[in-house]
């Protein structure tokens, strides 16, 4: 199993040398990858959870391809009807192509009713917006020549080049737990890319239902790679009151094992507290990711440590 990073990208003690840091010390550790989120628009809905400074993701990532070399990069995730899919397949394919073929493309339908109105975006249909956008992006990464026709967008014959270096392109995580977002991972991903989640829920509800509806449509079955909290103590949290990637690190590792077992392919660990002060002094952070990594994986052999 892979194990990821979320990169914080947004709070007042973001700047290109924290970034920087994040993404060195990810690769320094043996992280397979990491991933940074997605806002446009920052409302006054956004900011109370992810307040400016807010770095765009697509030119993150274009910094991140030269300032890496081994961990994959992607996002986690970005709205997808805030951008016409054309620029998006544009972006995505660019960063793919300068980071050797890195890139993960991790999408997700929105929350934030301001930001959509702020863009001229019709919230209330943002999931049908997401899933034709999915398909007209699939479109231009696959084809010289594209064409699309759809209910909220369409063109003809756009010369695409170039190209993701991928083939036949980037993998997609699709976010959301919701039916509607499992019917879009089921027919549009290749993984599904859920947070907030239990593994009860994971085991006995999100999966089979997510296998229901691939069977349904004839399509493999999204592989599973999702994120979540990492919060480690020094005494072990009670089971009934911590949630999945909080407590001591055999804790954590036991969650991480219990994904494995029901077929994680990876996992992205996210650090942030819900603090924005967090990010003045992430060294706190970077200590749990350096004790997971020392601890709970063997990265080297990338591979989650049974």
């Known amino acids: 199993m892979r194990?990821?990073?979320?990169?914080?990208?947004?709070?007042?003690?973001?700047s290109p040398e924290s970034l920087a840091r994040w993404a060195g010390l990810t690769e320094a550790l043996g992280y397979h990858f990491v991933m940074t989120?997605?806002?446009?628009?920052?409302?006054?809905?956004?900011?109370?959870?992810?307040?400016?400074?807010?770095?765009?993701?697509?030119?993150?990532?274009?910094?991140?391809?030269?300032?890496?070399?081994?961990?994959?990069?992607?996002?986690?995730?970005?709205?997808?009807?805030?951008?016409?899919?054309?620029?998006?397949?544009r972006m995505?394919?660019?960063?793919?192509?300068?980071?050797?073929?890195?890139?993960?493309l991790g999408v997700g339908a929105g929350w934030a009713r301001q930001e959509f109105e702020a863009l001229g975006v019709d919230f209330e249909r943002r999931g049908a917006i997401t899933s034709e956008y999915l398909?007209?992006?699939?479109?231009?990464?696959?084809?010289?020549?594209?064409?699309?026709?759809?209910r909220f967008v369409a063109f003809e014959n756009v010369h695409t080049a170039p190209r993701p270096a991928r083939r036949p392109h980037p993998p997609i995580w699709v976010g959301g737990g919701s039916d509607?977002?499992?019917?879009?991972a089921a027919?549009?991903?290749?993984?599904?890319?859920?947070?907030?989640f239990t593994v009860a829920w994971l085991r006995d509800t999100g999966l089979p239902r997510l296998r229901e509806l691939a069977e349904k449509d004839g399509r493999p079955v999204p592989a599973l790679c999702p994120r979540l909290k990492l919060r480690l103590t020094t005494t072990p949290m009670d089971a009934a009151r911590r949630g999945t990637g909080e407590g001591t690190v055999d804790q954590v590792r036991a969650d991480l094992e219990a994904l494995q077992a029901l077929g994680a392919e990876a996992v992205l660990l996210d650090t942030y507290a819900d603090d924005p002060e967090q990010t003045r002094?992430?060294?706190?952070?970077?200590?749990?990711?350096?004790v997971m990594a020392e601890q709970a994986f063997d990265l080297g052999r990338q591979t989650l440590r049974m």
């Open 187 to 196: 027919r549009y991903g290749d993984a599904w890319h859920p947070i907030r």
């Open 3 to 14: 194990v990821g990073v979320n990169l914080i990208n947004f709070g007042p003690g973001v």
């Open 180 to 184: 509607a977002a499992l019917r879009r």
């Open 37 to 89: 989120s997605d806002h446009v628009a920052v409302t006054s809905d956004v900011a109370e959870r992810y307040p400016a400074p807010f770095y765009e993701p697509f030119t993150l990532l274009g910094w991140l391809a030269a300032a890496t070399r081994t961990v994959e990069i992607g996002t986690t995730v970005i709205v997808l009807p805030y951008r016409h899919p054309l620029e998006v397949a």
């Open 281 to 290: 002094d992430p060294v706190a952070a970077w200590r749990m990711l350096t």
């Open 135 to 150: 398909a007209a992006i699939k479109t231009a990464w696959t084809e010289d020549v594209a064409t699309f026709r759809g």
């Open 92 to 104: 995505a394919a660019n960063a793919d192509r300068l980071s050797g073929g890195r890139l993960i």
